[in-house]
């Protein structure tokens, strides 16, 4: 089992900048790919970002290519979402999630989410 834990959330005005952070323990962190998943109010939950096991290798989806970056530290088994320049229909629960493949997004295992809200 992997347990994840997400943080960082919060209300941001439009324009301005988070940084999500994702803890894990359990099972080896540098085992699994790691992504970021969205689900906005009376919407489906979207893939975000993945970044490889080893983190050399990184996927966005075309909504956040370019605002959004996806890090992680296997020495501190966590992942980060940095997001910049938000946008309304940026706001959602964001959630972390660990798996075998990063490309598509395999999930074996989902936090409980943080709420990003940006304000217009």
């Known amino acids: 089992q992997v347990q994840l834990v997400e943080s960082g959330g919060g209300l941001v005005q439009t324009g301005g900048s988070l940084r999500l952070s994702c803890a894990a323990s359990?099972?080896?962190?540098?085992?699994?790919?790691m992504g970021w998943f969205r689900q906005a109010p009376g919407k489906e939950r979207e893939f975000v970002a993945s970044?490889?096991?080893?983190?050399?290798?990184?996927y966005y989806a075309n909504s956040v290519k370019g605002r959004f970056t996806i890090s992680r530290d296997n020495a501190k088994n966590t992942v980060y979402l940095q997001t910049n320049s938000l946008k309304h229909d940026d706001t959602a629960v964001y959630y972390c999630?660990?798996?075998?493949?990063?490309?598509?997004?395999?999930?074996?295992?989902w936090g409980k989410g943080t709420l990003v809200t940006v304000s217009s």
């Open positions: 359990g099972r080896t962190f540098s085992n699994y790919a």
């Open positions: 999630a660990a798996g075998p493949i990063m490309l598509p997004m395999k999930v074996d295992y």
């Open positions: 970044i490889s096991a080893s983190g050399g290798s990184s």
